[in-house]
């Protein structure tokens, strides 16, 4: 069957490390990947778009590695800050779907 | 800009009533879409609108949710009866092209938390 798999545990780091989050795919051939950020109370935040065609990609302080072979995709926040703190999901299309698909996402806390 | 617009931000309604939830997208925006978080479990899709016609309905649970987008403006969704397992957070999205793929993504609302009771 077809699942996205997310850490469900959360992610505690201390400020100023970098945060490594992972996002494992079965079934799926993705064109693409996503990564969003949902604080409490509010809707999921786009944060980046990475393309199978693409290894990696940067924004700032947020890193995204796509990995086809393997099925995985990691996203890195590097000197990660407290105001980092919100829970990240992955999502995918590709294999004929006109839809993203989300993960369950990792809650990550960075603490002071 | 304005963002995505979603009403009511909360509301209670009693196992067996209707409830309307309207989703304003962004303007422009094509493509319109409703995803569900029920507790504890991941965000699922409902459906996907481009302009008024629903392109993929393949995710609405049953016979008792009906979406419609007006003249390819503003969306509701309406569940009618509703029942206990109806209850969750209802998200609306919208994106300038399919999937997001164009690299802005999905653009959501803050949701709608619908609880029956």
């Known amino acids: 069957s077809q699942k996205i798999e997310q850490n469900s545990e959360a992610l505690n780091i201390q400020e100023g490390k970098t945060a490594t989050l992972t996002c494992n795919y079965t079934?799926?051939?993705?064109?693409?990947l996503q990564w969003y950020r949902q604080d409490p109370g509010r809707g999921p935040v786009f944060l980046l778009l990475i393309r199978e065609n693409e290894k990696e990609k940067r924004k700032e302080r947020l890193k995204v590695t796509f990995d086809t072979t393997l099925k995985q995709s990691l996203f890195h926040i590097t000197a990660s800050q407290p105001a980092d703190s919100a829970t990240y999901l992955c999502a995918l299309v590709g294999g004929g779907y006109n839809k993203l698909i989300f993960g369950a996402g990792t809650r990550l806390a960075v603490h002071p | 800009e304005a963002g995505v617009t979603q009403f009511p931000s909360h509301s209670v309604i009693e196992k067996g009533q209707t409830v309307t939830l309207r989703c304003d997208p962004i303007?422009?925006?094509?493509?319109l879409y409703w995803y569900r978080r029920v507790m504890g479990k991941e965000i699922k899709f409902l459906l996907h609108?481009?302009?008024?016609?629903?392109?993929?309905e393949s995710g609405m649970p049953n016979n008792r949710f009906l979406a419609e987008r007006t003249g390819g403006t503003y969306s509701t969704l309406k569940v009618q009866p509703a029942e206990l397992e109806d209850s969750g957070v209802y998200f609306c999205a919208s994106s300038q092209d399919l999937s997001g793929q164009g690299g802005y993504g999905y653009t959501f609302g803050s949701g709608t938390r619908l609880t029956v009771v």
């Open positions: 079934n799926y051939s993705p064109a693409y």
């Open positions: 609108f481009v302009k008024e016609s629903k392109q993929d």
């Open positions: 303007s422009g925006h094509d493509n």
